[in-house]
């Protein structure tokens, strides 16, 4: 049974000595700056490709994204390729080409060949069209799987990824004097078109629906969009409104009421807001919405969001004006609560190294003390032990009976109260001699076949204590058998 017990201690001790502590849960996961080689330019869109890049249209170039390297693609010497490096759009067009729009032009990227085409405009009955570019205020993948794209002065363009060649639509007939901004193809094959301030609803063939009612004073549309449940949203300088096409009218979702730009629909079907106040996650099903003020502005110097996308892992990408390009990975449905310095919680050391739960309290074993997290009233105090420094850790944590807690730590052993939360050093709590203070106590383990028994692994010797003893024994070893 002995040499059970010590090569399980073995493996324990070698665990321990190669895991690092745990900190408390951030849904920013990565941030590319400078660093990584990505300029200090606003992000404009992001788009994935099939080899596995990321693709950023910023203010300053094209930009692709590796695991370890951030490059700007369109750049030669000091200048760029392009007419204009403000890039505003980059779209997946098949396996191997990307479709690049500037503030004036549409180009096709090959990015096998490394080289850029400008597309220029089909000819229609406008002789000044010939031979000049196309300024793209949206785009959008369609049912059938052409491309979409919408000029910023109302014409409507389809884009075959096949024969990468550019055709204008002659059933949708948009007021060339309006600037537009954005279109979106409806799961019932419907479209929406808006500037602005005008937002319209138009049959496939092109035939005028309707207008919604929406005027100057009621704000700017910043953006459309159509959720995996098919319910269609639109994105204002005065908040979020859902749009029902049924009726021509549009309701204001009250509890968000910011100035909103950019949504995106996650994976567990949970949308992701971009704000002013904030990156917002809202959770209809669940009832559930967080307005995360502040983490990217502090991880990531991100002042606002202009464009976020969900990859393939579930994983939302967002991108704006500031200095980098961040990751972000909403908390997991399995996650019951978190603790961390926020509030309710707002723990004093997030450095956590062990774990215990009873009942409603959980107890968290940090750098400079134990905190004991109430979960029915969400408050945590920190217990510092008499003798405990502040660089000392807390590295297990162990029932000795219903009323204590034994915590091995780096200077030794020590006795909780569950209930009252008082502390004293092992041995004045067994009436022995030692408290193993001199010793740095990695590992607790109660024995299953004597249930009386506690061992204690530590880095001068493997230490047993045995209910109704008042010292712990040091177990003798011989060649680790």
Request: charged content about 20%; aromatic content about 12%.
């Amino acid at each position: 049974m002995i040499k059970a017990v010590i090569c399980c201690f073995v493996s324990v001790i070698f665990y321990l000595f190669s895991a690092a502590p745990a900190s408390a849960a951030d849904i920013v996961q990565r941030v590319f700056t400078a660093r990584d080689g990505l300029a200090n330019a606003t992000i404009q869109d992001i788009s994935f490709g099939h080899y596995g890049f990321v693709w950023l249209a910023t203010q300053q170039g094209l930009y692709r994204v590796s695991n370890n390297k951030v490059r700007r693609i369109d750049k030669v010497g000091f200048d760029s390729v392009l007419d204009d490096e403000l890039i505003s759009t980059v779209v997946n067009s098949g396996q191997d080409h990307l479709l690049i729009g500037t503030n004036s032009s549409l180009y096709l990227y090959s990015i096998l060949d490394n080289q850029f085409s400008l597309l220029l405009k089909p000819k229609d009955n406008d002789v000044t069209n010939i031979n000049n570019s196309i300024r793209v205020a949206a785009t959008q993948r369609q049912l059938d799987g052409r491309l979409l794209i919408l000029a910023y002065s109302g014409q409507v363009y389809y884009f075959d990824d096949t024969s990468q060649q550019l055709y204008l639509s002659p059933s949708h007939l948009l007021d060339h004097n309006l600037p537009w901004r954005n279109a979106l193809e409806l799961n019932n094959a419907q479209y929406l078109f808006s500037t602005d301030h005008v937002l319209q609803l138009h049959q496939a063939d092109g035939t005028f629906i309707g207008v919604f009612p929406w005027s100057d004073k009621n704000g700017s549309i910043r953006k459309l969009f159509q959720d995996k449940q098919q319910r269609v949203w639109m994105l204002t300088s005065k908040g979020l409104f859902k749009v029902n096409t049924n009726t021509l009218t549009l309701q204001s979702v009250p509890e968000i009421p910011y100035y909103v730009e950019q949504m995106e629909q996650d994976l567990n079907g949970d949308l992701w807001i971009s704000s002013r106040a904030g990156l917002i996650f809202w959770s209809q099903e669940n009832n559930k919405l967080i307005v995360y003020r502040d983490e990217l502005k502090q991880r990531a110097n991100i002042d606002y969001i202009h464009d976020m996308a969900v990859d393939a892992e579930g994983l939302l990408w967002v991108g704006g004006s500031g200095d980098g390009l961040a990751v972000i990975a909403g908390k997991p449905e399995f996650l019951i609560d978190d603790y961390s310095k926020k509030p309710p919680y707002q723990l004093d050391n997030e450095m956590v190294w062990s774990v215990y739960s009873e009942g409603d309290k959980v107890w968290l074993g940090t750098d400079g003390g134990l905190s004991v997290v109430n979960t029915l009233d969400q408050t945590s105090t920190m217990i510092i032990p008499a003798g405990f420094e502040l660089n000392d850790s807390i590295y297990r944590i162990g029932s000795l009976d219903a009323q204590h807690l034994v915590l091995a730590t780096t200077s030794g052993l020590y006795v909780v109260n569950k209930l009252t939360n008082t502390s004293t050093d092992f041995a004045q709590w067994s009436g022995g001699k030692a408290s193993l203070s001199d010793r740095i106590v990695i590992g607790i383990y109660r024995d299953e076949l004597f249930n009386d028994m506690i061992w204690f692994t530590t880095n001068k010797g493997l230490y047993y204590w045995q209910e109704g003893n008042d010292d712990l024994t040091l177990q003798a070893l011989s060649n680790g058998k």
